[in-house]
């Protein structure tokens, strides 16, 4: 393995421990958004936030220690209003990439990833064009419910000591949770692909697909903020090591940072249970439960276990629940798992439509995205009765299901290194397009902007014999938030802690 | 049916120039489907008509030659039938002939119609047709088709002994006309120049056998960039920058209420750059070599793999002063530059290393690379596809069905 790839304890000490890992152990999780209203204030605000700030670092003390993993966690990311408020000169504002500068809910970029219609950023809950303006989202990680509570008092008491200096949009705080169960609303286990990364596994994807500073699968590191020397007279940033900076002597910003995703996407589980039950009906003119499982796992690429289709075609079997798999030998028609499924068309690994399987292998490295994401709301019903064969009674448990009137849905958070070469083209080359993978007319059935005014056909689901084709999708995920954030490495917000004012 | 194309530039008249753009601009936004209120006061060209055009494009270009502020009018089109059935049919969709050609510098009248667009058109020097003998009629029908079809084409036909004879007969028979086209470039451009294009645009093909085994007998390889850094300009808000006195770039004033380009499914490139005048035969080589895959080893609906591009051209305009390049593709932009830059790389250095502001280190850096083409983009006031839902994947499946329907009977 390349130095490029490799994170030192020097960097992972710099790098933001959200960007490296999902927190396992660390079910409960809370979303701040704060106000920067005064640049003093909030730049001593952030100094007493540095050193609570979860890092990277090795949770093992020596190497042959056990692992010391941490009880909380504290993480934040700024907006490009921000890094404004927060002093950044225009010139250092203006190398951050526009997809940051314009935000997630501006025409362009709702019209670039299919905000259409009810998920439009005009209805938003947060971070839209009618809610409180967002300039940075703290992270904050727990063991129990009891001790996030907690643990956010703290947390908000030292943003009401600066005095209104920093002002907490609390209206429009977020609470996620991981299920015990794995399993997000839909009843599907989720989680399971994960890109690895050459700098933590050691093998996988390019670390600077994720953080700036490393080397990339176009094999160049990812281009990254900076700002002249001026800007820097205390020298608290590393000197771009870019030869085309040399002139200039600008000084990185990016280093060890990365871009961060927020969505929150509402899920209509009954909506989405009661269209699999009227299918069931006009295939087999009965309501029949283990259709409805087939159809959905169908839609999905997955079992509700998280076994994927490829690897399990016949049924359900929990112990091949596996990211470890690919398409174009086993399955290049979606025999197995239909080429307009969720996870192929979000990942579709050796098979992008009619590119060689290498080739595509090495584009869709180039397209991946670390998932962060949390649920919050209640489970409509037990997922554990998708994966039970032996008891097909309870099965029964997801006929006429009605919605309770409770919103639920997932926090969707990714760690990418550039928003519009990861998430943005995921969501509209591979999600939104109906001409996906040789397709025709339809969008991703699960989380496609499968709006009325804009809706494609139906999902197709070959078969070797009969192939068949759905009632066009209605719409099952609706986006009620969002923003772009920027997770700076800490050297950068120390840098952003002691900009002066001018 | 045989598939041609068009390419008329003409001067724009100085006083006409704003009337022209806004007209252009009205016509692209009918033609993408938003019917305007009053469209019938409005000159238009009614493309959407026709049953020969599968794309047209028209495009103002600067014309720094002449000054500042002054414009040229870049028409492409690609389209079946005879060259003046064409054109004729060009005129007889435009509502207002005077409103449009009026503006142009050389045009008077009908009558003279055809001999203006003659006057001002420009040869492609390669061109690539996805399929060539495929009509509007039949693409449509297919496209139905297959929307229509239950089950899809989802197995391959296997190939059997008697296909394989005939399909290696049929390269066999190619091969006379490969050998004379490669003659005739090496008798146009030389030995030397042939054989430095050849290894340039090859040098990262080695997936395709033949090129290949040339790879390994021409020495050839493509060599790691000299550092990992990209030259992207650091400022993401300032408009662009010429590269040299010599270079021409578009600016924001240009891509003022033009259409977005980053559409699914189909989008056109409209890219103009300057040529390095020592630097001029080698890529008249080069284009050469492009042709000669375009036309004659190409394989159905793929140019070396890449099978978003249903027609693209690249033409040198003024004596060879720029470089033109008008594609029509399947996908976004970002998606369409992606899949360049995985499966063309060499192909890519050797068309645009000649053109002033191309990346240091190429087009590796891809991201300069996409900056350099945004630079060097112009805006298509109208852009029309016959259609634009119907990717190349999608055809080449109309087409599977239709054979396994045909051998099924």
Not at chain 1, 232 to 260: E, M, T, V, W
Not at chain 2, 279 to 304: D, K, M, W
């Amino acid at each position: 393995m390349s130095r490029d790839h490799r994170l030192t304890s020097a960097s992972k000490a710099d790098i933001q421990g959200f960007i490296t890992s999902a927190f396992g152990h660390l079910p409960w999780t809370a979303y701040l958004f704060i106000q920067f209203h005064d640049q003093p204030l909030s730049q001593e605000w952030l100094r007493t936030l540095l050193p609570r700030l979860t890092t990277a670092n090795s949770w093992r003390r020596k190497p042959e220690a056990p692992k010391d993993k941490p009880d909380r966690t504290l993480n934040i990311a700024l907006t490009y209003a921000g890094l404004a408020a927060l002093g950044l000169s225009e010139a250092g504002l203006h190398t951050f990439p526009v997809e940051l500068r314009e935000g997630m809910a501006t025409p362009e970029r709702a019209r670039i990833l299919g905000d259409s219609g009810e998920s439009a950023p005009g209805y938003w809950e947060v971070g839209g064009p009618l809610n409180e303006p967002v300039h940075a989202m703290i992270i904050l990680n727990a063991r129990s419910q009891e001790d996030l509570v907690a643990f956010c008092d703290e947390e908000r008491e030292s943003l009401r000591a600066t005095k209104g200096g920093v002002f907490e949009n609390e209206k429009e705080a977020q609470n996620g949770y991981r299920p015990e169960n794995g399993s997000e609303h839909f009843g599907f286990f989720d989680g399971v692909a994960q890109p690895r990364l050459k700098g933590i596994q050691g093998e996988g994807v390019g670390t600077g697909e994720f953080i700036l500073g490393y080397l990339n699968e176009y094999g160049f590191y990812p281009v990254s903020p900076v700002v002249p020397p001026a800007d820097d007279p205390d020298c608290i940033l590393p000197q771009s090591d870019n030869p085309f900076h040399q002139p200039a002597r600008y000084r990185d910003l990016g280093k060890n940072g990365s871009f961060i995703v927020y969505r929150k996407l509402g899920q209509d589980v009954a909506g989405f249970w009661r269209f699999l039950q009227n299918e069931s009906i006009r295939i087999r003119g009965t309501p029949d439960p283990e259709l409805m499982v087939w159809l959905a796992s169908k839609m999905v690429g997955r079992w509700p276990s998280g076994a994927p289709l490829t690897l399990a075609p016949g049924k359900d079997q929990p112990e091949l629940r596996t990211d470890d798999f690919l398409y174009a030998e086993t399955d290049p028609y979606g025999l197995k798992c239909p080429v307009g499924s969720h996870i192929r068309r979000s990942h579709p690994r050796d098979q992008i439509g009619s590119t060689g399987p290498a080739e595509s292998l090495h584009m869709t490295d180039r397209h991946r995205l670390l998932r962060r994401g949390k649920l919050y709301g209640p489970a409509l019903f037990d997922p554990s009765v998708l994966s039970r064969p032996e008891s097909p009674a309870a099965l029964q448990a997801i006929l006429d299901l009605k919605d309770d009137g409770q919103p639920r849905g997932v926090h969707f958070l990714v760690v990418n290194a550039s928003l519009k070469g990861q998430f943005e083209f995921i969501q509209q080359v591979w999600v939104n397009n109906p001409n996906f993978g040789g397709l025709t007319d339809n969008r991703d059935p699960l989380v496609g902007d499968n709006d009325p005014s804009t809706q494609a056909g139906g999902m197709l689901v070959p078969g070797r014999r009969y192939s068949l084709r759905t009632a066009p999708l209605p719409r099952f995920v609706t986006v009620k938030g969002g923003a772009y954030f920027f997770m700076p490495g800490l050297t950068a917000l120390r840098y952003f802690a002691e900009i002066r004012k001018n | 049916m045989p598939s041609n194309g068009l390419i008329v530039i003409v001067r724009v008249r100085p006083e006409c120039q704003d009337r022209l753009r806004t007209i252009l601009n009205q016509i692209g936004n009918d033609i993408n489907g938003k019917r305007l209120t009053g469209i019938d006061r409005q000159p238009h060209i009614d493309f959407p008509s026709s049953r020969t055009i599968h794309f047209a494009r028209l495009v103002l270009l600067a014309d720094p030659d002449r000054g500042p502020d002054r414009y040229r009018l870049l028409l492409v089109t690609d389209f079946e039938g005879t060259w003046l059935n064409h054109v004729r049919e060009l005129h007889s969709i435009t509502s207002d002939p005077e409103a449009i050609w009026g503006c142009c510098e050389g045009y008077s009248d009908f009558s003279s119609f055809t001999r203006f667009i003659r006057r001002h058109e420009v040869k492609p020097q390669a061109y690539y047709i996805a399929f060539h003998g495929l009509s509007l009629k039949k693409i449509r029908t297919l496209a139905k088709s297959l929307a229509q079809s239950a089950p899809p084409p989802v197995k391959k036909p296997d190939f059997s002994l008697p296909d394989i004879a005939i399909q290696g007969l049929e390269s066999l028979l190619r091969l006379p006309l490969i050998g004379l086209s490669v003659g005739g470039i090496v008798l146009r451009r030389g030995p030397l120049r042939t054989l430095r294009a050849a290894r340039r645009v090859n040098a990262t093909q080695d997936r395709i056998w033949w090129i290949y085994i040339f790879n390994r007998l021409a020495l050839n390889s493509f060599p790691p960039p000299a550092h990992r850094y990209s030259s992207i300009p650091i400022d993401t808000t300032a408009d662009c920058e010429p590269a040299s006195g010599l270079d021409e770039v578009s600016s924001k004033k240009d891509w003022e209420g033009a259409p977005a380009e980053d559409l699914v499914a189909q989008n056109q490139l409209t890219l103009v750059t300057v040529v390095d005048p020592e630097r001029l035969p080698q890529l008249q080589a080069v284009l050469e070599v492009i042709e000669l895959y375009a036309r004659r080893l190409a394989e159905e609906g793929s140019l070396v793999g890449i099978r978003t591009i249903h027609t693209v051209r690249w033409a040198l305009l003024d004596g060879g002063k720029r470089l033109l390049l008008a594609s029509n593709y399947d996908g976004t932009w970002e998606n369409y530059i992606d899949e360049f830059a995985e499966l063309i790389l060499s192909g890519l250095d050797a068309i645009w290393e000649s053109s002033y502001g191309f990346p240091e280190l190429g087009a590796q850096d891809v991201a300069a690379f996409k900056h350099f083409l945004r630079c060097h983009q112009a805006p298509a006031s109208v852009f029309y596809s016959a259609y634009p839902k119907t990717t190349i994947p999608n055809i080449l499946d109309g087409l599977q069905l239709e054979r396994m329907r045909s051998a099924r009977v």
